[in-house]
């Protein structure tokens, strides 16, 4: 049982639905509704069962590292600690690029998408930015509480790389994009979210009048 299914499971019970698909054209793009009492509840309650489940193998769009060229280093990348405090203190939402070193289009989005010039604008103007390896042990504090990276992808669901999540200003999920995102659809992303058109319309919609 994926960790999806387990939490749909356990809040289906307290009739909490934990997403819905906002693009009706299959794009798997998702919002989440989980409370903030019920947010934290899972990641303190359900956080130790993620390393039983860690040992599930977890589906890939990667093609292989190999024959890639360097992964350029872009210089807005916020540790998860100080976008959580900006974030909170600014209003501003959080980006988290979740990735792995072995990532084929980990390494094309971050050579492509992240460096055009539109998606670094929407980003400044929205977002703090984070990177979540998810295969690493470094540990990071996330409401409150310490995790391993790779504990903290899990907890959000991630099943392949990369996966995009978005962060309202207090730290709660707002939506999830699995897999390469193309710089002009990113943009657009971005701009759904940090706009916060995502309340009173679906992605199709913005997507149409934008």
Known sequence: MTFYKCVSYITREASVPIHRALDT????????YLTSKNYRML??????????????SCSSD??????QPAEQEHDFWVSLEEAQS???DKGR??????YTEWCGFCRRMNRETYADK???????????????????????????????MQDLALAFGVQSFPTTIFLNPQG??????????????????????GSESYRTQTFQQYTESN
């Open 25 to 32: 054209r299959g794009d798997r793009f998702f919002t989440f």
């Open 43 to 56: 990641f303190r309650i359900f956080i130790p069962l993620l390393v039983a489940f860690s040992a599930l």
């Open 62 to 67: 990667s093609g292989a590292a190999e024959n």
């Open 86 to 88: 900006q974030a909170l």
């Open 93 to 98: 939402y959080v980006l988290l690029d979740v």
């Open 118 to 148: 539109r998606v670094q604008e929407a980003i400044d103007q929205y977002f703090y930015p984070v990177r979540i390896d998810a295969e690493s042990s470094h540990m990071v504090a996330f409401q409150g509480q310490s995790y391993s």
């Open 172 to 193: 709660e999920p707002v939506a999830l994009q699995p897999g390469f995102i193309e710089a002009e659809r990113f943009h657009k992303m971005l701009s759904f979210v």
